[in-house]
């Protein structure tokens, strides 16, 4: 029972181009979603957040779009850069209601120059 | 100066031993959590602790065994060890209970032969 489900496990962009990563969730008391990013034998790290009061959230290259109506979330990745090249999940939590973050499998970016 | 750090990075170890990994997180958090991501990759939660306090306690055998000695710090004990349990395990912390930011420790890679 995936309530976070990124479909696509791998992905390829050029270098410089835009990287739009997809994130589907199916758990309506959601209402924090998070995006992590994961090089090979290092753990997450935090990329950008965003809560359903917003439908969009930017921090520098990055802006993370909400659909809630869709339950539907991307990441936007602009320009692509080499360093992206790594594997990013979608993460999502209901505040104030349950203590968990809730991650997907997965989507490998791979940045081609 | 690691965030959280985690010992051993690599574990390997036959059925039935008992084996523990430690956790230590230098951030001042609360909440500190053990998550296993398994071979097909999905990040999962498998025990939170706030400020000592056991707040999640997922469906995990009862032979893996949780223990905070206090808030810096997050052991995971597992006993009997099983081939399933081979995974990578990461001890993550965060300042806000369940739904925030958390920061991830670099993981621990357990093979059980």
């Known amino acids: 029972d995936q309530q976070v489900k990124q479909n696509s496990p791998s992905l390829s962009v050029q270098e410089g181009r835009i990287s739009i990563l997809n994130c589907d969730y199916t758990n309506s008391m959601f209402d924090y979603f998070l995006w992590y990013k994961k090089y090979p034998a290092e753990g997450p790290t935090f990329l950008i957040s965003?809560?359903?009061?917003?439908d969009k959230n930017e921090d520098g290259r990055f802006t993370v779009f909400l659909n809630k109506s869709a339950k539907h979330l991307s990441l936007h990745i602009v320009p692509s850069q080499p360093g992206d090249s790594a594997v990013y999940f979608c993460?999502?939590?209901?505040?104030?209601?349950?203590?968990?973050?809730?991650f997907g499998k997965g989507t490998r970016l791979h940045i081609l120059p | 100066d690691t965030a959280v750090s985690q010992t051993p990075k690599y574990l390997v170890t036959q059925m039935g031993n008992d084996k523990s990994i430690k956790c230590e997180q230098n951030?001042?958090?609360?909440?500190m959590y053990w998550y296993k991501q398994d071979s097909k990759k999905f990040l999962k939660i498998m025990f939170s602790y706030n400020n000592k306090e056991l707040i999640i306690n997922e469906t995990v055998p009862n032979r893996f065994s949780p223990k905070s000695p206090d808030k810096a710090h997050l052991n995971l004990h597992i006993n009997s060890l099983e081939l399933g349990d081979s995974a990578v395990y990461f001890c993550?912390?965060?300042?806000?209970?369940?739904?925030?930011?958390?920061?991830f420790g670099p993981g621990t890679r357990l093979t059980v032969t």
């Open positions: 965003i809560s359903s009061i917003k």
């Open positions: 951030l001042g958090h609360d909440t």
């Open positions: 993550a912390s965060g300042q806000d209970r369940g739904f925030g930011e958390q920061y």
């Open positions: 993460a999502a939590s209901a505040m104030n209601r349950d203590d968990k973050i809730i």
